[in-house]
Nanobody, 124 residues
Framework: QVQLAQSGGGLVQPGGSLRLSCAAS????????MGWFRQTPGMEREFVAA???????YYAESVKGRFTISRDSTKNTVNLQMNSLKPEDTAVYYC??????????????????WGQGTQVTVSS
């Protein structure tokens, strides 16, 4: 079973940058895909980005060109670099692991382990 621990996040002005990290333990890290989702009050969890076990990346249209997902196998971490942040990026961000190889990488139901969530607030 995979355990995920998130770090990063906080308050940033519009146009600024933040980096989120997610450390995985409990299973060989290179064996499964990872993703990032975000959620605002009253809304469903929204896909942000995903990275496959071989390093292929996928992004929501709303973040393409601004966010970058990467994985560091030496540290068992997945990172989300967020640049040119906008107020509409404000949300709680969650990392997730897809250890069952579900092909629906942009759907929350495809992921079977979740981090604790971290708040990202973009405001002047």
């Amino acid at each position: 079973q995979v355990q995920l621990a998130q770090s990063g996040g906080g308050l940033v002005q519009p146009g600024g940058s933040l980096r989120l990290s997610c450390a995985a333990s409990g299973r060989i890290f290179d064996d499964f895909g990872m993703g990032w989702f975000r959620q605002t009050p009253g809304m469903e969890r929204e896909f942000v980005a995903a990275i496959s076990w071989i390093g292929s990346t996928y992004y929501a249209e709303s973040v393409k060109g601004r966010f970058t997902i990467s994985r560091d196998s030496t540290k068992n971490t997945v990172n989300l670099q967020m640049n040119s942040l906008k107020p509409e990026d404000t949300a709680v961000y969650y990392c997730a692991a897809n250890t069952l190889y579900n092909p629906s990488r942009d759907r929350a139901y495809a992921y079977d382990a979740w981090g604790q969530g971290t708040q990202v607030t973009v405001s002047s």
